[in-house]
């Protein structure tokens, strides 16, 4: 089929046909500072102000609160910086390379994991867009009943699901606008509502422990960068192998990072000076902030909120769709986007028609996944920093190639992070109710216990990260160098896809 080279993989029917392969030399494009688009329209969401509530939560000081929110975000997303470096040297989308380290088909499990999140994470987005239509609705007097909430839903799963069909071409082209326009609004609901700061509230909250200060730093990393690791290749990918890695890390960490420290830090003093508003948050995080708005602005609050909320649900159904494939569906990316969107639906309807509440299920939703995906990250991050070479693109389809068929080092290495680090997390809320036996090791481990002073540090989350980095450079490094000293195949990616 004649493809539009102007628009990366897309045929003239508009829908990007490319899928797990490795992207044609032809039709690698652009520069660096492209990556600032996606990474800064996806994360621009007014959900940022909400986490303030959230991490005032922890029960620690506006300045400590500051100190975690910065150092976890940018942290956080330093991290998919560098995925995003190995989207760049492979052409390939993550769970595609991933697979260098796990092979062809151990690369399943964690494909699977990710599957989970991304689509985990645009149920969540799509559901805060559908709250908060409608309040907006309710505070116009307009009505905020189930009615508004399936028209919110219809429109916004719209939305979503068709540019995740679409594909790459439309998304990049759709963030720009989301960008320019979420960000000027964001910034007129900054100057309307900064005279509900009261500075002698924030200034009076008190101080917290350090077991609550690591936990805030936790649930900020799995909230932001943590939250779209196993994705960030999958927006490098299109570019040119010649790029400037330094550009591609730098522009990627920086898209990411900049907007939600902006709204973190007015989000903590919306929060801390008002208890009646941060608990208001914990229902409805986005509706919530529409109660100290004048009547005139609630429907470009509307148009900010559900801009900022789909932008970054388009990139979850994107990568979530290309998850599915990895984990060995073989269906065309576009109809794996389709049935994302089928289940993103489904749980959304759960979330905003039946959940007593949000912050209770997205927490917990947020900890236990963030345990297996952080040792994941450890093992490929720690995988690509050994590596001299850049991908076997052959290879990376062919079970019998260099990468393998199933590695049992990293597939360990994250089952027992992921054990480890369930075993240090709770459940905040104890909602859902079957997620209470995490926290397991706490008591044997001296800790406190599931209620004791490191209950909510979220210390498995860390823990998991470091067990799959630190054991991949111990365990795998010879494993890497005989890898690279394989020469290189001369099957053709579409010839090993037969035999994979």
Not at 351 to 374: K, R, W, Y
Not at 436 to 456: K, M, Q
Not at 462 to 475: C, D, K, S
């Amino acid at each position: 089929m004649t493809t539009d080279i102007s628009q990366p993989g897309t045929p003239r029917g508009g829908i990007e046909l490319n899928g797990l392969n490795t992207i044609a030399e032809s039709e690698r494009h652009g520069r660096a500072r492209d990556l600032f688009w996606p990474w800064f329209a996806a994360n621009v969401s007014v959900l940022g102000l909400g986490y303030g509530s959230f991490i005032l939560g922890f029960g620690i000081s506006f300045w400590q609160a500051t100190l975690v929110g910065v150092i976890g975000i940018v942290i956080s997303f330093a991290l998919c910086g560098f995925v995003a470096l190995a989207g760049k040297r492979g052409s390939a989308p993550t769970m595609v390379l991933s697979r260098a380290a796990f092979g062809v088909r151990g690369n399943r499990v964690p494909a699977v994991i990710s599957w989970i999140l991304t689509v985990g994470w645009e149920t969540a987005l799509t559901a805060l867009a559908v709250l908060a239509t409608a309040t907006v609705f309710g505070e116009l007097g307009l009505g905020s009943g189930v009615a508004t909430k399936i028209i919110a839903l219809v429109v916004v799963a719209a939305l979503i699901v068709g540019a995740g069909i679409a594909g790459f071409g439309l998304i990049m082209r759709l963030q720009v606008w989301i960008t320019w326009i979420t960000a000027v609004l964001t910034v007129i609901y900054i100057i309307l509502t900064a005279p509900k700061i009261d500075l002698a509230a924030v200034g009076s909250v008190a101080a917290g422990s350090p077991q609550a200060v690591i936990g805030a730093l936790v649930f900020v990393m799995t909230g932001f960068g943590l939250g779209w690791v196993n994705a960030a290749a999958d927006y490098s990918r299109y570019l040119p192998r010649s790029t400037r890695s330094a550009g591609v890390f730098g522009w990627t960490t920086f898209g990411g990072s900049v907007a939600p420290i902006v709204l973190v830090v007015f989000g903590l003093l919306l929060a801390g000076s008002s208890p009646k508003l941060s608990k208001a948050i914990g229902a409805d995080p986005i509706g919530a902030l529409t109660t100290i708005l004048p009547v005139w602005f609630l429907i470009p609050f509307a148009i900010v909120a559900i801009l900022g909320l789909v932008g970054g649900a388009v990139l979850d159904i994107y990568s979530s769709g290309l998850a599915l494939l990895s984990a060995g569906i073989p269906i065309p990316r576009y109809v794996a986007a389709g049935i994302d969107g089928v289940v993103m639906i489904i749980g959304a309807i759960y979330v905003a028609f039946f959940a007593p509440d949000f912050v209770s299920p997205f927490e917990a939703f947020l900890v236990t996944l963030g345990v297996p995906i952080a040792a994941w990250c450890g093992v490929f991050l720690a995988d690509f920093a050994l590596r001299r070479r850049d991908y076997s693109d052959a290879d990376l389809q062919d079970r019998l190639g260099r990468y393998g068929d199933v590695r049992a080092v990293p597939i360990v290495l994250v089952l027992v992070g992921t054990v480890l680090g369930w075993g240090l997390v709770t459940n905040t809320y104890g909602v859902p109710a079957w997620l209470n036996w995490e926290g397991f090791l706490l008591d044997p481990l001296g800790l406190g216990g599931r209620t004791g002073p490191w209950a909510y540090a979220n210390l498995g989350v860390i823990v998991a990260l470091l067990i799959g980095f630190l054991g991949t450079l111990l365990l795998s490094r010879s494993a890497v160098r005989r890898q690279e000293a394989t020469p290189d195949t001369e099957r053709t990616p579409e010839a090993a896809r037969t035999r994979a």
